[in-house]
């Protein structure tokens, strides 16, 4: 117990120390970073508090401590974000507080017993990273995919408002690509400056429409304490389906994901994640906070815009702290005037992030499975190489095409696994053939 407990606190005081260098050293890239993921937290912030399916100063107060609580205690860009199967349930059906709540603390209660048995380990050393690498190429095309559809929905060239239209997501877009050249231009901290830039839009287009700024409000927590109509709705219509995406892409595609991007830094074990998955959704959930995850597309997110450590997502901790506790529900307003057009273009960098992981899967040197199992050798057979490709393919084309991580999860699985069978019983037919020609050479 004493060693666990010495190893616990040295690891804190080494996540510390490269968290306060991270941020000394780069300051406004830990903070566009720690803004990266704005793209896909706001959307379904703002539709789920307008809905009154949550709180939204408790939402920001909640999710802001487990930010810095995430920071400290893992060290790298976790990102803390809605959980989407249950949010997109939610704003389709209209489901109250208490079956929002309910579902957030029934797929947190799985997914802690799932941790503290290890089961999540053993699902873990199941998974072929190719299936791994398809729920994550096929969440980064879902961002994509979504974000362009509600853009192209709900924005036309030059409306509904000066400051939200198709345009402006031409010229963040081309200001996106102008950063990405690299050089001096790679040090831009894009993230910030497309999150002011919104926010001063929103401003201006709040006033121009005669509605409220935020105002000083007064937190005032109170419990959310779903009703049995509530347990059964909640947990059957939301929390079953997030129960494989929360598995597989905010434990398992997470941890592969952190392994890729940040080598140099010691990656969560599954357990660890599953286990600040449970707490955030047993402890906020009962209080009207909306359920979360650490999903990979966060990650990815974050990432992109220029996050290395926890630093980054303190800091975000911090601030939403600030503005749960000072403005409250009053920003609901604010946050709702946001362009579109700002977010899109940020969901669609975080996506294509998230799709660049499975160039490194016949990667000797950055594929986990074959860095631990090719000993000496520099590369896999031609063969073997597109194996793993269809595998990945198939995943995430499947997660695609029936907007489900369970069913890209099952389709990968069983190519994974045909390939398995096809090479036995083709090494049996070799094995009947030798045997049946050495009596003959006798």
């Known amino acids: 117990m004493i060693p666990m407990i010495l190893s616990s606190v040295s690891r804190l005081r080494h996540h510390s120390a490269r968290n306060f260098s991270t941020f000394r050293r780069q300051p406004f890239s830990e903070v566009s970073g720690a803004l990266g993921d704005l793209g896909t937290f706001l959307p ?5 508090a307008t809905s009154h399916a949550i709180s939204l100063s408790t939402t920001l107060i909640l999710t802001g401590f487990f930010n810095i609580a995430t920071g400290v205690f893992f060290g790298i860009p976790l990102p803390v974000q809605p959980m989407k199967a249950i949010a997109a349930v939610a ?5 109250s507080a208490g079956e929002v709540a309910a579902a957030g603390i029934f797929v947190g209660g799985v997914i802690g017993i799932l941790s503290i048995t290890r089961l999540l380990e053993f699902v873990t050393r199941w998974v072929p990273v190719p299936v791994v690498k398809g729920i994550q190429v096929g969440a980064g095309l879902s961002l994509v995919l979504a974000s362009g559809t509600k853009s192209v929905s709900e924005l036309g060239w030059i409306g509904p408002s000066w400051g939200d239209n198709r345009l402006w997501i031409v010229v963040t877009f081309l200001a996106l690509l102008t ?11 894009f993230a910030l400056i497309v999150t002011i830039t919104g926010i001063i839009f929103g401003i201006i287009l709040t006033v121009q429409s005669g509605d409220r700024l935020p105002a000083f409000r007064v937190w005032k927590p109170h419990s959310s304490i779903p009703d049995r109509t509530e347990w059964r709705t909640g947990i059957i219509d939301a929390g079953l389906g997030q129960l494989p995406l929360t598995t597989l892409n905010s434990i398992i595609a997470v941890t592969h994901l952190a392994a890729d991007l940040l080598p140099e830094v010691e990656t969560p074990t599954v357990t ?5 998955v449970a707490a955030m959704n047993l402890i906020g959930c009962w209080f009207g906070g909306m359920p979360v995850c650490h999903g990979s597309g966060g990650l990815a997110a974050q990432y992109k815009f220029g996050a290395r450590s926890g630093a980054s997502i303190i800091f975000l901790g911090v601030l939403k702290l600030l503005l749960g506790l000072v403005f409250g529900n009053s920003l609901t307003g604010l946050l709702n005037r946001f362009p579109t057009a700002l977010l899109t273009v940020m969901v669609i960098a975080a996506g294509l992030e998230l799709v660049s992981v499975g160039e490194s899967l016949n ?3 950055r594929a986990r499975d ?5 000993g000496r050798m520099t590369c896999i057979s031609e063969e073997e190489s597109k194996e793993r490709w269809s595998v990945m393919i198939v995943t995430a084309g499947l997660l695609l095409a029936f907007k489900n991580d369970a069913v890209g999860f099952l389709a990968g699985m069983c190519c994974h696994y045909s390939y398995i069978l096809a090479h036995q019983l083709n090494n049996r037919s070799s094995t009947s053939s030798i045997q049946e020609q050495q009596p003959l050479l006798s």
């Open 363 to 365: 990667s000797t040197t």
């Open 91 to 95: 704003i389709l059906k209209g489901m």
């Open 370 to 374: 074959l860095k631990e199992s090719m």
């Open 44 to 48: 379904l912030l703002i539709a789920l």
């Open 179 to 189: 950063v990405n050249l690299g050089g001096r231009l790679s040090r831009v901290p």
């Open 272 to 276: 660890a994640i599953g286990l600040s």
